[in-house]
């Protein structure tokens, strides 16, 4: 596990509670205006650093650049491993109270940094495949125990292998994009024919991705204890879910149309390297997984604390409705990824892969609107006194993450989504 520099600081002024202080440095891509240049950045308190500049400087410098001046980071990540090392700790450097390379030169700072509320902020990569997990065992058996029968809430082969889908990596949105409620087939009546409508059980689900950062071929599984080394960070994630569409559409073949309108994600890639010091124990797994999940190193999790708040429209404060933690998951990322390639699958760069709703054991930890208010019999008060079993149009959906330790905080800001009405369909005509 990599130890923390508590003694590294930063010339930037950092607040104690900010997610991206000197040991994140998480990247994204950013542009001055909204339909600006776009390029590379990290996060460094309140300011984004212009990655781009300091590669035309010749401070970042790194094998087959240049890889800053690019809409995506699908280069910069390809390029591999000791490239993201070098780059890590040059920016750190640079960055630092002790080097004045950047600090003392007015005019490179007056080209390179730039408030985070003055940019437009982008989806990071170019998204090839989207995958969603299904890895929380309290969520599982939560829905299990609902749907299913209580005293058998796990299907079999839950607790045999990571279960998952692949969604659409069209629709992978960032964080401030609104979401337009679907529409679809419903079934609200057992005994009569589906009817199209809007979604009427629109909810968030708390996840966070993980972003492929070393691909493979075809044919060739990656190694369980190999597989941490082919991630290059993780983003959160809200896979928006139409619940009432998926009851009726997921038999036989699992999620469809209920997934596939939005996947929303935070700006910002926080590294692995970033994160690895607050790697920590999955669970204990029972029974036992086959050979190939059978990872040697235990530390195979994360301490991520996490939390979703509601935002009602014309509302001034938000209400926090889930509080929970990523070192609940029962399968680890590693696991996740040898289980995707272990067919033969390919899997490539800027992939993303969904943990899956993240549930902890009790119910304000619980990561979706479906537990939280338990299929609608058990509505949440929001602050000012609005009532919710399911999100309503107009509200906004803000998740957060963070993992703090030793007085260091690294977070990933907030993945924040509006949901708009339904789209007007005339078939008439």
């Avoid at 240049?37 to 010749?58: K, N």
């Avoid at 700790?89 to 003055?118: C, G, R, Y």
């Avoid at 006194?385 to 906004?396: K, L």
Wanted: proline letters at 6%.
């Amino acid at each position: 596990m990599s130890m923390i520099d508590k003694n590294l600081t930063s010339f930037i002024d950092v607040a104690q509670d900010s997610d991206f202080s000197i040991h994140n440095l998480p990247y994204g891509i950013f542009s001055e205006t909204a339909e600006g240049q776009r390029r590379a950045g990290v996060a460094i308190g309140e300011r984004v650093l212009d990655l781009s500049v300091l590669e035309s400087e010749g401070l970042l410098s790194l094998d087959g650049g240049p890889y800053f001046d690019h809409s995506t980071l699908n280069a910069f990540i390809d390029s591999g491993r000791d490239n993201w090392t070098t780059a890590r700790k040059t920016i750190q450097t640079l960055l630092s109270t002790d080097n004045k390379d950047l600090s003392e030169n007015q005019d490179l700072m007056s080209k390179a940094l730039f408030q985070q509320a003055d940019v437009t902020l982008h989806l990071p990569v170019r998204v090839p495949g989207f995958t969603d997990f299904y890895s929380s065992k309290e969520h599982a058996t939560n829905v299990g125990t609902m749907f299913r029968d209580p005293s058998n809430a796990l299907l079999p082969n839950w607790t045999e292998m990571p279960v998952g889908y692949n969604g659409r990596a069209s629709t992978v949105i960032v964080s401030g994009d609104d979401v337009v409620r679907p529409s679809g087939q419903l079934k609200p009546n057992a005994d009569a024919r589906p009817v199209f409508s809007a979604c009427q059980r629109l909810d968030f689900e708390l996840e966070t991705a993980f972003v492929v950062g070393q691909g493979n071929n075809i044919g060739q599984p990656i190694a369980v204890d190999a597989a941490i080394e082919h991630i290059f960070g993780m983003v959160l994630l809200n896979d928006w879910s139409a619940r009432d569409i998926q009851k009726w559409e997921y038999v036989p073949l699992g999620p469809f149309n209920a997934k596939t309108f939005a996947s929303e994600v935070s700006p910002w890639i926080v590294t692995m390297d970033a994160l690895a010091p607050f790697r920590t124990p999955c669970p204990a797994q029972e029974p036992k997984p086959l050979a190939y999940l059978n990872e040697k190193e235990p530390n195979n999790s994360y301490d991520i604390n996490l939390s979703v708040e509601l935002l009602p429209e014309n509302s001034d404060e938000a209400t926090v409705v889930c509080e929970t933690n990523f070192k609940h998951m029962y399968w680890s990322m590693a696991q996740q990824l040898t289980h995707h390639t272990i067919t033969g699958c390919k899997v490539e760069v800027g992939d993303m892969m969904g943990s899956g709703t993240i549930s902890g054991p009790t119910p304000d930890s619980y990561g979706s609107m479906l537990e939280i208010a338990w299929n609608a019999t058990k509505p949440v008060t929001l602050k000012g006194g609005e009532m919710r079993s399911f999100i309503e149009d107009g509200d906004t959906v803000i998740m957060k993450g963070y993992s703090e330790k030793d007085g260091v905080r690294i977070g990933f800001g907030e993945v924040r989504g509006k949901v708009l009405p339904a789209l007007n369909f005339d078939f008439d005509k």
